[in-house]
């Protein structure tokens, strides 16, 4: 009788003890509950953005990405990064690869379709990056000459549809290989964001070469990409972005990665993306 007491008994245990198993968990989930990792998606090919050093990886995005995470309940330390170049992004999202993504990353429409977004944190325009030498004074101009901008960036189908019918646009994997094409005379302009463009103008490489035109083509809110739905990550995301502007983090961010280039950057936006 003792026997069966006890052993009854120690499967009773044994079942609660499953069982809260089972529903405590690690709390590494895409809500940021806090605690556990968490895998941000990043840029590391654009300077003053998100760049990879040997230093780690350094630029305004990931410092809204660190500072974001900090609210979740995550330190640096628990944070995985991960590339999500342009044409990547939506599926990385979709399929779980990250928990949400920090990489220029423009409101649009079409893209709400297939994710959900928080923000914005940034408003950007869009321009041209041409050689010092040459002069750009309006869309028209790009007519008949070489466009470059990054397979899966909005950049280069807006100046093609709107502004430059006529130019011709080639599109390459990542940024550094349309600033080789801009410096070898293979393209004649590189656009996208201007804040991408001061990033890459204020290089120690590439200083007196090229230049911004000063065309303001677009306007680019920047947000953050979360997976479709999910409306309790965008509202604590949004919380940390709108605590990051009144504890005056966000302007210290801007200055700190745009402030060598001499970046005229719009005040923090309205965060209007809501569930």
């Not at 210290?252 to 923090?268: C, S």
Request: some cysteine; aromatic content about 8%.
């Amino acid at each position: 009788m003792n026997l069966r007491k006890v052993t009854a008994a120690s499967a009773v245990a044994l079942t609660l003890a499953l069982t809260a198993t089972a529903c405590g968990g690690d709390s590494d989930s895409g809500s940021g509950g806090g605690g556990g990792k968490i895998t941000i998606g990043i840029k590391v090919d654009q300077p003053g953005l998100g760049q990879e050093t040997p230093d780690g990886y350094k630029g305004f995005d990931i410092d809204v990405a660190k500072y974001v995470a900090k609210q979740l309940g995550y330190d640096e330390s628990d944070i995985t990064w991960k590339e999500a170049p342009s044409k990547e992004r939506e599926n990385l999202l979709r399929r779980g690869d990250v928990d949400f993504i920090v990489a220029t990353y423009s409101i649009t429409d079409q893209r709400k379709e297939k994710v959900s977004f928080a923000g914005p944190y940034f408003l950007a325009h869009q321009d041209l990056l041409i050689r010092t030498k040459d002069n750009v004074k309006s869309g028209d101009d790009l007519n008949k000459k070489k466009l470059c901008s990054v397979t899966g960036s909005t950049s280069a189908q807006n100046v093609k549809k709107k502004f430059a019918p006529d130019s011709q646009l080639q599109e390459y994997g990542g940024y550094s290989e349309c600033l080789s094409g801009l410096e070898s005379g293979a393209v004649d302009a590189l656009t996208t964001d201007d804040s991408i463009l001061a990033g890459y103008a204020a290089q120690q490489q590439y200083q007196g070469k090229f230049k911004l035109a000063g065309l303001n083509l677009s306007d680019e809110y920047y947000g953050i990409g979360i997976k479709k739905g999910d409306t309790e990550l965008q509202g604590k995301i949004n919380d940390a972005l709108k605590k990051m502007e009144d504890d005056g983090s966000w302007e210290k961010a801007v200055k700190a990665n745009f402030g060598p280039a001499n970046y005229d950057f719009e005040p923090a936006p309205q965060i209007t993306e809501q569930g």
